[in-house]
């Protein structure tokens, strides 16, 4: 199986990624993360790519393809953050091929812009397991400390206001256009990420 979670920067992605992964549908796989990992271990590529992220830039396809690659060839995955060029559809139309999977639904995860805006300036995030809190909304039970793992939680770099803006600039030139071409394949589905439900609904989606 594999879904691909598509939406603008803080929409809820990665949430909704991490309650479908509980529920067994699939493994999340997000890209944002895999990256961070990168600059974390302070690898050849963390080090190409920090400057990139800080800057609310998308990173090259060849480079995120890479990190993406091993994780589509061993399970069922759920993409949160990939694809979010043109050239990545491809780029993953071909690796699917290779593995012969195929997409079995685009989730559009919407939102309110202004809700977007907030809810990003707000998130933590675990930086060991990648659990997402936010300040107002759910912050974690001991300040700074991971419910889940307890590991130290942190404010993302590219977090701020003006990053974030950057971030949904890039979303709206590259990545919005990639709805019409999942859309004429008859793959996309719009969910609410601030839906209770939409787990729920998700799996019915799944089993049709
Ligand atoms: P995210 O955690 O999904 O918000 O991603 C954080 C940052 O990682 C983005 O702003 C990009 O700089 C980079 N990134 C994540 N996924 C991709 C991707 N599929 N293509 C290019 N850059 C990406």
């Known amino acids: 199986m594999v879904v691909?979670?598509?939406?603008?920067?803080?929409v809820g992605k990665g949430t909704l990624a991490q309650k479908m992964q509980l529920e067994g549908i699939a493994k999340q796989v997000s890209t944002g993360d895999l990256l961070r990992n990168e600059i974390a271990a302070g690898t050849e590529i963390g080090r190409t790519v920090k400057q990139i992220m800080?800057?609310?830039k998308l990173v090259a396809d060849e480079v995120v393809l890479k990190l993406v690659q091993g994780e589509i060839e061993?399970?069922?995955?759920?993409?949160?953050?990939?694809?979010?060029?043109?050239k990545q559809v491809s780029d993953l139309d071909e690796l699917l091929k290779k593995n012969g999977k195929k997409i079995d639904a685009v989730l559009n995860v919407v939102a309110d812009e202004e809700i977007v805006v907030d809810r990003i300036v707000n998130r933590l995030i675990c930086s060991n397991c990648h659990a997402i809190y936010n300040k107002k909304y759910s912050p974690p039970k001991v300040a700074?400390?991971?419910?889940?793992?307890?590991?130290?939680?942190?404010?993302r770099s590219d977090d701020s206001q003006e990053v974030t803006m950057q971030r949904i600039q890039e979303y709206k030139e590259k990545t919005r256009p990639l709805l019409e071409v999942y859309g004429k394949r008859g793959l996309v589905i719009d969910i609410n990420s601030s839906d209770e439900g939409a787990v729920e609904k998700i799996k019915k989606i799944l089993a049709q």
Do not use: M, Q
């Open 74 to 86: 061993k399970e069922n995955v759920i993409l949160d953050g990939y694809p979010r060029t043109l």
């Open 144 to 155: 700074h400390t991971c419910d889940k793992c307890g590991g130290k939680i942190v404010h």
């Open 54 to 56: 800080d800057a609310g």
């Open 4 to 10: 691909i979670l598509f939406g603008a920067p803080g």
